[in-house]
């Protein structure tokens, strides 16, 4: 066991060798007496070299690559499941549906996972199960068991899709994370639209069972790089050290805790608060209107791939692979939309390099343009598509800036709610995540017998309408979206309430952020928010469970880097 743990320790893509670190005469300590990172600490994820981190965000987008391109690969394939095991397409439909409701489980239950035990084991344990539970759907004996297979391997797989953000923030800055975000949402659209494309070949010649073996060695390769991931999460790499220390057992050190060692948390109370808390801000208005538009996006998402055989396999002829080509048209416009975000977070960075304040509103300048192209490009597809004598180049090209429209939605919703909620994001992130994943899980069910009724012009057309609708919001929330945020009890920029504890804790939190300021930028970057908040606590005298009221940001946003966004 030592011979495994030293090779696997020596691939981890870290630049240090903990075994060969030497304790400083004097260790490191931060103002509250806890073990932090020194200014320039090798250990700190933040100070690797650019190489390394984009080696490590690599590997985290591969396995995100896996898990969104496993959610539809089996749609190209529902002819030969439903053949095989004498079920209708629909009831093969269950595949995709029960795969995505076991994404509800990431940020329910990994993400917490991953802040008391760390994101490098949660990695490896989850993909390789993951991996594993696609051999029972590989080689499943009946559709109960492909069913069973789907389920868990969506769940297991929710965990990389879940705290691959996490990796992101723990290794780059707030300017910098601008770029990985933009290529990790990338990831989100493209491995599904690849999916129906590679099924819909493979079923002209082979079956659905070939679509797992795919998977399969998409997994295997994947898993190489997976086994170099190091720990990135800052709190459970300072309690490596504290033991470290403590073994050490150096004169006046002998009792040195990390931060979250002092908070004393438990698995129980962060799971007490990750299962109840999101449900609670649900219902907060930004929350909920964001749960709403992004359930519609993601639903239309996996409606596409039964959109699309209807299109050009149903109307034109074509064959189930030629017919899922033109779902490239949509890793086109994905990729566009990340460029677009490229652009926006550098204006953004000049902006803030300048002095300029910003507020969690400045966000939704793409999601506004997406907004507007949401309905434009939906009633072009429906109604170019909808007659076979148009050229099929017209309605992809369309498909092209449906999916940018849609990218750029998602985006921007996405870091509108970070930079609103801060400390909350987390809760509020996870329970957008479960509402979309189980919208999108009901596409497959209802879209063929939706479009059979209405036409393609007529389906497409009411999924235009909701969206003609829905793009109000985003102009409401930027005219009105500071005044909402005021009267919200979780957005932490209204004045305090003085019957309100949670609200006048945020209140202690953001003047604790203020007084930390004066110190080197390395300690502020080292402290999560679930961090902050435990210390903040502790000096005000809390009662020890309200320090186990807080997981890190879903995205991994530290509450002090948000500073700019979250104080307007």
Not at 111 to 122: D, K, N, Q, T
Not at 283 to 311: E, H, K
């Amino acid at each position: 066991m030592v011979k495994l743990g030293r090779i696997l320790s020596r691939a981890t893509a870290k630049p240090y060798r903990t075994a060969h670190l030497e304790l400083d005469e004097r260790p490191y300590l931060n103002e509250h007496g806890h073990v932090d990172f020194k200014p320039g600490d090798i250990e700190n994820p933040h100070n690797w070299s650019t190489p390394r981190r984009w080696y490590v965000t690599f590997c985290a987008v591969l396995l995100v690559v896996n898990a969104t391109f496993a959610s539809s690969a089996v749609s190209g394939c529902f002819g030969s499941i439903s053949k095989e095991f004498h079920v209708s397409e629909e009831a093969a439909g269950l595949t995709i549906t029960l795969f995505l409701l076991g994404y509800c489980a990431g940020p329910l239950i990994f993400a917490p996972l991953s802040e008391f035990y760390g994101r490098r084991w949660i990695f490896y344990s989850t993909f390789l199960l993951y991996i594993a539970f696609n051999f029972l759907c590989a080689f499943a004996p009946n559709f109960g068991s492909l069913l069973v297979g789907r389920f868990l391997t969506g769940t297991f797989v929710s965990a990389p899709l879940s705290n691959s953000p996490g990796v992101l923030a723990d290794l780059w800055g707030p300017v910098e994370r601008g770029n990985t975000m933009a290529a990790f949402s990338c990831m989100v659209w493209v491995g599904p639209a690849l999916g129906p494309v590679v099924g819909g070949f493979l079923e002209l010649k082979k079956d659905w069972r070939w679509s797992f073996y795919v998977l399969l060695w998409l997994g295997a390769g994947t898993a190489i790089p997976m086994f170099t991931i190091p720990e990135t999460f800052g709190p459970m790499i300072l309690v490596h050290r504290a033991r470290r220390i403590r073994r050490a057992k150096i004169p006046g050190y002998e009792n040195v805790k990390a931060p979250v060692e002092e908070g004393d948390r438990t698995l129980l109370g962060i799971y007490k608060v990750a299962l109840t808390r999101p449900w609670i801000i649900l219902f907060d208005p930004i929350s909920f209107l964001c749960a709403v538009y992004m359930s519609v996006v993601y639903t239309l998402l996996y409606m596409l791939f039964s959109i699309y055989p209807i299109v050009f396999q149903q109307q034109r002829g074509w064959n189930a692979g030629v017919g899922e080509l033109p779902l490239i048209g949509s890793v086109i416009g994905s990729l566009i939309g990340g460029i677009i975000v490229l652009f926006d977070s550098k204006r953004k960075a000049r902006k803030m390099e300048k002095g300029i304040p910003m507020k969690p509103e400045d966000r939704l300048t793409i999601a506004i343009i997406g907004g507007i192209g949401f309905p434009a490009t939906m009633f072009w597809f429906a109604w170019t598509a909808n007659y076979s004598w148009i050229h099929w180049i017209v309605p992809t090209i369309a498909g092209v800036f449906l999916a940018t429209s849609l990218m750029l939605i998602f985006v921007g919703y996405l870091n509108y709610l970070v930079d609103s909620y801060l400390m909350y994001a987390a809760s509020a992130i996870a329970v957008n995540t479960v509402c979309r994943s189980a919208c999108g899980a009901a596409a497959p069910l209802f879209t063929n017998q939706m479009f059979s009724a209405l036409g393609i012009g007529g389906g497409g057309s009411l999924i235009g309408g909701v969206a003609t609708v829905l793009a109000s919001i985003p102009f409401v929330f930027y005219k009105f979206g500071e005044r909402i945020r005021i009267r919200s009890r979780f957005a932490p920029t209204g004045p305090r309430k003085p019957d309100d504890e949670e609200a006048q804790r945020v209140e202690k939190v953001e003047e604790s952020a203020e007084a930390r300021g004066n110190f080197p930028p390395t300690l502020s970057e080292s402290s999560s928010t679930m961090i902050d908040e435990g210390r903040d606590e502790k000096c005000v005298g809390k009662r020890r469970e309200s320090q186990d009221d807080d997981i890190q940001n879903d995205l991994g946003e530290p509450r002090d880097k948000n500073v700019e966004f979250g104080r307007q």
